[in-house]
Nanobody, 114 residues
Framework: VQLQASGGGNVQAGGSLRLSCRGSGRFSSLNTMAWYRQAPGKQRELVASITSGGMLNYADSVKGRFIISRDNDPHLIFLQMNSLKLEDTAVYYC?????????WGQGTLVTVSS
């Protein structure tokens, strides 16, 4: 199972970015898919998640600004990030869950500047 994240970059505060994550490999389905982030000197934290049934969960810090969604392809998810703040600067990782196992993508850097 491989997860490929893309879409990171540099953006000014208040701007928007959309991240994508595609799962590939020999598996039938990914259950929950999620975005995490890790800022310099901080622990990795959950940003948002979406289950195969469509249940959504967001960190309080991004509620109302970020939207996680799933494409018609169930192994492709997006994270629409709006009204970006300086504190959103981090490496963003996608994660997929199959059964009891977690699979991580390589991370994509988001840098928000003033």
């Amino acid at each position: 199972v491989q997860l490929q994240a893309s879409g990171g970059g540099n953006v000014q505060a208040g701007g928007s970015l959309r991240l994508s994550c595609r799962g590939s490999g020999r598996f039938s389905s990914l259950n929950t898919m999620a975005w995490y982030r890790q800022a310099p000197g901080k622990q990795r934290e959950l940003v948002a998640s979406i289950t195969s049934g469509g249940m959504l969960n967001y960190a309080d810090s991004v509620k109302g600004r970020f939207i996680i969604s799933r494409d018609n392809d169930p192994h492709l998810i997006f994270l629409q990030m709006n009204s970006l703040k300086l504190e959103d600067t981090a490496v963003y990782y996608c994660k997929g869950v199959i059964g009891l196992y977690d699979y991580w993508g390589q991370g994509t850097l988001v840098t928000v500047s003033s």
